[in-house]
Nanobody, 124 residues
Framework: VQLQASGGGLVQAGGSLRLSCAAS????????MGWFRQPLGKEREFVAA????????IYGDSVKGRFTISRDNTKNTAYLFMNSLKLEDTAIYYC??????????????????WGQGTLVTVSS
């Protein structure tokens, strides 16, 4: 499966942004999707994940209540809606597919396909 992330950009603190991740293939609904981010000079960290059906979502503590993950299986696309953005949300955001399971996981090594990343910069 190939993943194409888009939607990153420059936004002021307190603003909103929507990221999209388009997947190739015909089995999109059969696997979980996740979003991770990597601030400059830091390790990649878990942001959010969603089950194949979209019924279950999980979030990292730093984004809970501000970010929302969703998916449209008819469009083979996952989304990350980011609200109340903070300076510390600045990072490269990656979408990933966990093709071995339906349920959402926060474990980075569970994901076997990755998009190219999209840069989100939050300014003051």
């Amino acid at each position: 499966v190939q993943l194409q992330a888009s939607g990153g950009g420059l936004v002021q603190a307190g603003g909103s942004l929507r990221l999209s991740c388009a997947a190739s293939g015909r089995t999109f609904s059969r696997y979980a999707m996740g979003w991770f981010r990597q601030p400059l000079g830091k390790e990649r960290e878990f942001v959010a994940a969603i089950s194949g059906s979209g019924d279950t979502t999980i979030y990292g503590d730093s984004v809970k209540g501000r970010f929302t993950i969703s998916r449209d299986n008819t469009k083979n696309t996952a989304y990350l809606f980011m609200n109340s953005l903070k300076l510390e949300d600045t990072a490269i955001y990656y979408c990933a597919a966990d093709r071995s399971r339906l349920f959402a996981s926060r474990i980075i090594t569970d994901y076997d396909h990755w998009g190219q990343g999209t840069l989100v910069t939050v300014s003051s």
